[in-house]
């Protein structure tokens, strides 16, 4: 379901993910106080993976990262998007990368602990996808993420993406070198997956 309304002065869209309370918006850079405030209590818990958290530990970093995706979506090369949880403000997708010219792209995530479980993610990835492929053409969906981050590798399980093997040791983080598994989905896989699931 889409709605849409004015919120402190901005048009909003925001698309249901079938859990009360719980919608996807575009997040941008008049949300920096909010995106602070959540990164500031789940910073611990999103960071363990990720680096999210570590490029955004003041107001003005705050900023200038959402304006950098901000500027991606501008040039067609990424997206940012909030997962707001009864008007909190819990989590995240994004297109971390956005190639229409050779029809690939990448997805990732984020989450606060207290919002796990809840098959957020999953729902508001599915929208991403089905927006890249149907909509932008977009035939190759990449996933990476550490072979160390259990949840975000069922993530991509259940959105039916293959795994095509490991970057070893390619990503550091927080003083760890972290393997990382590459996988993806082809647009004609995805399409017979939503076929047969309805």
């Known amino acids: 379901m889409r709605r849409s309304?004015?919120?402190?002065?901005?048009?909003?869209f925001a698309i249901s993910l079938g859990d009360e309370g719980a919608e996807l918006r575009p997040l941008e850079p008049w949300h920096a106080g909010e995106y602070l405030?959540?990164?500031d209590r789940g910073r611990e818990y999103i960071g363990r993976y990720i680096s999210l958290p570590d490029r955004t530990t003041d107001l003005a970093s705050t900023t200038a990262f959402l304006q950098m995706y901000a500027d991606k979506a501008a040039a067609d090369t990424g997206r940012l998007y909030g997962i707001w949880s009864d008007g909190v403000l819990v989590g995240g997708v994004l297109f971390v990368t956005f190639?229409?010219?050779?029809?690939?792209?990448?997805?990732?995530?984020?989450l606060?602990?207290?919002?796990?479980?809840?098959?957020?993610?999953?729902r508001?990835?599915?929208?991403?996808?089905?927006?890249?492929?149907?909509?932008?053409?977009?035939?190759?969906?990449?996933?990476?993420?550490?072979?160390?981050?259990?949840?975000?590798?069922?993530v991509a399980k259940r959105l039916g993406m293959v795994r095509e093997g490991v970057r070893r040791e390619s990503?550091?983080?927080?003083?760890v070198r972290h393997d990382m598994e590459v996988w993806s989905v082809l647009a004609p896989e995805w399409r017979r997956r939503r076929e047969s699931t309805g």
């Open 99 to 110: 190639d229409v010219t050779s029809g690939t792209c990448e997805v990732g995530c984020w």
């Open 5 to 12: 309304r004015v919120e402190r002065g901005n048009w909003v």
């Open 124 to 154: 508001a990835i599915r929208v991403l996808i089905d927006w890249a492929v149907e909509q932008r053409g977009i035939h190759r969906v990449e996933w990476l993420a550490s072979s160390a981050n259990t949840p975000s590798l069922n």
């Open 171 to 175: 990503y550091p983080h927080r003083g």
């Open 37 to 39: 405030a959540h990164m």
């Open 112 to 122: 606060e602990e207290s919002a796990v479980g809840r098959g957020l993610i999953t």
